[in-house]
């Protein structure tokens, strides 16, 4: 098994959202395994039978009909509010073309009632942690979650594929004596064929992620 930068556990508790993983569980029964694969760009094996879904460069099997999400090749499972995404996916997944047209959080569907908390929780803290050098920072993070550079001029961009059909622009610009770093989160137009707007707001979880694995991992010399 190979190392995962998303945390796993032997078993994750989801406590008062058990329902709500339940109800994902029974979406994901309730349709046709192979049309879901379709859909959403992922693989099912019926000899297991189970999805092959891969989130953030990281792969995992979902079982069907049942639901059990594992990291691949083990008997680990991401956290619960990760499953219940992936289970999410699976079902609203309409294998709507990627439009490659970038919004921000406030133009996805109900977007702009949470937009003030999702940039101080998931936004604000990019610039913080990465201003000061994008260039190299940014990258060095994003690497772990298969993150492509995605930019030009003085913006460091990277798009990060949260599942194969729901890609996230994250870009820093750097800071100077005269204006201070800034950040921003972009979704493709097409996001809310994949997810609910509410899903989106993982961005903060992956935003958390990246400042953990900035804060694991030593910068490139410069000697």
Sequence with gaps: MSRSAIP??????????RPTLDQARRELAAGDPQEKAAHSGCHF??????????????????SYPNGEIKYLDSNLEP???CQILMLHYLSRADGTPLSHRY??????????????AFQKRAVQPLAEMFGACPEEMLPAAAAPLGGLPYGQG???GMLLYLFPRVPL????????EEFPARSS??????ANHYLHTEDLAVCEFITDLLG??????????TT
């Design 154 to 156: 003085n913006v460091t």
């Design 169 to 176: 622009l994250y870009l820093v610009w750097p800071g100077d």
């Design 185 to 190: 989160i972009l979704f493709d137009a097409t």
């Design 79 to 81: 956290h619960f509010s």
């Design 45 to 62: 094996e019926p000899a297991r039978p189970a999805f092959f879904v891969t989130m953030l460069n990281h792969p995992f099997t979902v």
């Design 212 to 221: 953990k694995i900035h804060r694991a991992t030593p910068l490139p010399s």
């Design 8 to 17: 796993l556990f032997p078993f994750s508790d989801p406590q008062n959202y």
């Design 103 to 116: 919004i921000p959080y406030r133009q996805l569907a109900g977007g702009g009632s949470y937009d003030r």
